[in-house]
């Protein structure tokens, strides 16, 4: 039996897709790259943008198409957009299952039923198709709570809800005992971990107890919003080397009045204060950002502070979205929204000045020397590997394993990649 899971939108979301698909192993269903081959097809769906609804019904009439030839196959629906795709879709009667982004850990029971409705047991010879181990994804906190008016998670992920620090502590022993070489903690505002829990712990004291428990585990952190970031983490990452010195914190927009418009809670004055703090501790640290184009206001001027944003802090990546209008959120209703020409102007504009940044930015590697994880490899013997700020490089090689660590001297830049040759110190 064979599944295919489809996954649109955040890491939140690829991590609940590897929650179902350990699942689905569980009842002896084996992976397909082939929707037309499966036997289980599930879309896990993202709210955020239109695209991304537009996505999973257009897939989902190819399930539809399938299910018509093959009335066995089971599909089934999930994530933050499932109850909206529903309302729009004229027939749903070929989808099996369907499940918001609300109560997640009830997913396996409900799930349960339904294979078990469906004749399928669960198998004592589970088999994965993993044969190395890297990056295990581990939400710690669940929700948001910071309603920026563009944004429908909050409404659809309901309140902030923090895992507690054993069940956590659990999880990463078995990830060490499976040989994961990186755990990449997630939430999508992970600033805000812990001050439901009794007692309340921050999050730089969780990362504290992580890093320092499981020193051969690296650790990485998605997402920090800006006006929660706490200096404590900067001071934990200093003493525990095993953390990336990479950070993604959303700045949104470069102009104060439509940051507050967007309710982020800082300005753009207080973003740089943040991104000199974080350089102070970590001058090599790697930077990167959400933008949004096309918020609604938006006149040239302040896109202009949004390009001013970007030349100033000189991000290692940027990820740009034209602003889209999410049913429900406040700022639907808001006046002087932008033409559709405007925001494809502005964002090309904008990744045309992120493109020349980041090279000018890649540029000062070359010559260095640094401690590299491989992550990967592919048919010509080009191994890829990490730094400790989460830079990838490329290094030639017969002899590299997956998962080891190799010192390595960045020596240039072929087709926008940094290229290494192995070092000994
Ligand atoms: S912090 Fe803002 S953008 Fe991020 S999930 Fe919460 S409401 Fe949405």
């Given amino acids: 039996m064979l599944f295919f899971l489809y996954t649109i939108g955040c890491q939140m979301n690829e991590y609940d897709t590897d929650v179902y ?20 097809i599930m879309v896990n769906t993202c709210a955020v943008r239109d695209k991304s609804i537009k996505k999973a019904v257009s897939f989902l009439g190819i399930a539809a198409k399938i299910k018509k030839e093959k009335p066995s196959l089971i599909v089934a629906l999930t994530g933050c957009a499932s109850t909206l795709i529903l309302e729009e879709l004229k027939n749903s009667s070929y989808i099996d299952f369907v499940w918001g982004a609300l109560n997640q850990t009830e997913i ?16 004592d010879k589970v088999q994965t198709q993993h044969s190395v181990h890297f990056t295990k994804e581990l939400p710690i906190i669940f929700g948001c709570d910071s309603f920026c008016t563009y ?37 999508q505002n992970v600033n805000h971990y812990g001050s439901d829990l009794d007692p309340s712990l921050t999050f730089a004291g969780l990362l504290q107890i992580m890093a320092g428990t499981y020193p051969a585990i690296r650790f990485d952190f998605l997402t920090s919003h800006p006006k929660d970031f706490d200096i404590q983490i900067l ?6 080397p095993n953390i990336y ?3 993604h914190l959303p700045a949104q927009h470069g102009d104060n009045e439509i940051l507050q418009k967007m309710n982020r809670g800082y300005t753009k004055e207080e973003y740089f204060e943040l991104i000199t703090t974080i350089r102070s501790f970590f001058p090599m640290a ?3 950002t959400d933008l949004i184009v096309g918020f609604p206001g938006e006149t040239d001027t302040a896109f202009g502070h949004t ?27 808001f006046p002087d929204q932008i ?5 494809r102007e502005r964002i090309n504009t904008l990744l045309e000045a992120q493109k020349r940044i980041s090279k000018i930015n890649n540029r000062r590697w070359i010559g260095r020397r640094c401690k590299l994880i491989i992550t990967g490899k592919d048919q010509e013997h080009h191994f890829f590997g990490k730094t400790e700020e989460e830079k990838t490089v490329s290094i030639v090689s017969d002899s590299l394993v997956i998962g080891s660590e190799v010192s390595a001297l960045i020596t240039k830049i072929d087709n926008g990649s940094l290229i290494a040759e192995a070092w000994s110190l």
Avoid: W
């Fill in 235 to 240: 001071r934990v990452m200093q003493n525990n």
């Fill in 245 to 247: 010195r990479h950070f």
């Fill in 339 to 343: 033409p559709e020409t405007t925001k």
């Fill in 286 to 288: 790697t930077l990167s």
């Fill in 108 to 123: 396996p029971n409900k799930f349960s039923a339904l294979l078990a409705k469906k004749g399928f047991q669960k198998t």
């Fill in 307 to 333: 390009l001013d944003l970007i030349e100033t802090v000189q991000f290692d990546m940027i990820f740009a979205a034209q602003y889209s209008k999410r049913p429900g959120t406040p700022a639907e209703a």
């Fill in 151 to 187: 944004c429908i998670v909050p409404y659809l992920r309901g309140h902030e809800k923090s895992l507690p620090k054993d069940y956590l502590l659990s999880e990463l022993d078995k990830a060490a005992l499976a040989g994961y070489k990186e755990v990449l903690l997630l939430g």
């Fill in 21 to 40: 698909r350990h699942f689905l192993y569980q009842y002896g269903f084996q992976s397909t790259e082939d929707p037309y081959m499966a036997d289980f």
